[in-house]
């Protein structure tokens, strides 16, 4: 761990106080899954019952101290031992998708028809999860361009984070078909609460908000690179990029298109062969998965430009997908995945 930068990570527990004298890891992952906060507390005695599902703020102040917490969550796991006890904190999301949320239908009598993504949940966390206190800030939720349209969408025994994850694979910016920019479900973190967001990508043409170099923030580095796929098909539809004299490498793009079939019953041959050529140019764009170990990026958002001033052919601009945070009294370590994107979407965390 770094030990050349002031770092006192303080935890405070709803009414119970700061706790001091920790260590552990915050997780921010990619394609909107929930983030965690894992803790483990030396020689200190709380009944479990005391801080189960209680409010967390985590403070980082790294470099100086912080003004606004780093991660606010709900503890949900907790481990004691003779010697210490260690809990597990996801941020409010988890009120709304994986297994402490609840499950409802959406069908032809209880629906949302007419509501975009941002007035679903407002609704939604206004009418379920903020009945008694602010679990989740809603007051300036944006909404996406164009927005999300839940008419005709139906679903049975499905969380709402799950439908949210459904439906914002069609928040897709695609007036150029070559510069297409998708949509994050976002957490920000603020003095007291905190809220959710829709996060557009950047077009990597923007001014980074941080380089990284080798005499600047980076330890070390490792990278994959990607098959650019040049072919995909969909039923008895298929597109083709390569010529005669490439090497064909496929796109398997078949959950986006059926995703796209749905809201769209009257699909034609020319509307599919247009959603596979938008699907596979976006299969298209990411070359590499980096992996980052660096001494600098704490308080970087997910969806930031990041630009790589190194000798590799990964020089340049990208974007930060995921960022996991070890921490202590003695410093800190911290890992940047820049482009990589998990498989699956629709899992909570």
Known sequence: MSQNTYCNPRLYIEDIGI?????????????????????TISGTDIPESAILNKKVRFYLNYGADDTVPYFIGYIKQIKPTDKNFSLVAYDPRCFLGGEYAETFHIDDSDNYDGFTLSQFLTKYINDTINKDKILIDVNNMNDTSPPVSL??????????????LELIQFAMDDSDIFNMFAYDIGIKFGVENASLTFIKEKPLSDIPSMTLSYGDGIISYSYDKLKIPNRTKFE????????????????????????KRFRNREANRAFMSKELTKALIMARRDKYNITLSTTKGHYLSLGSLVNLNINEEIKGTHRLTEKVLNFSEKGTSLKLKLNTKANTINSSY
């Open 151 to 164: 008419s005709g969408y139906r679903k049975n025994d499905t969380t709402p984070y799950s439908a949210c």
């Open 19 to 39: 706790i001091e004298n920790i260590k552990g890891t915050v997780t921010f992952p990619s394609n909107s899954q929930i983030s965690t906060l894992k803790v």
């Open 236 to 259: 008895d539809v298929r597109v083709d990029f390569g010529g005669s004299d490439n090497i064909r490498v496929s796109k398997d793009v078949t959950k986006f298109l059926s995703a």
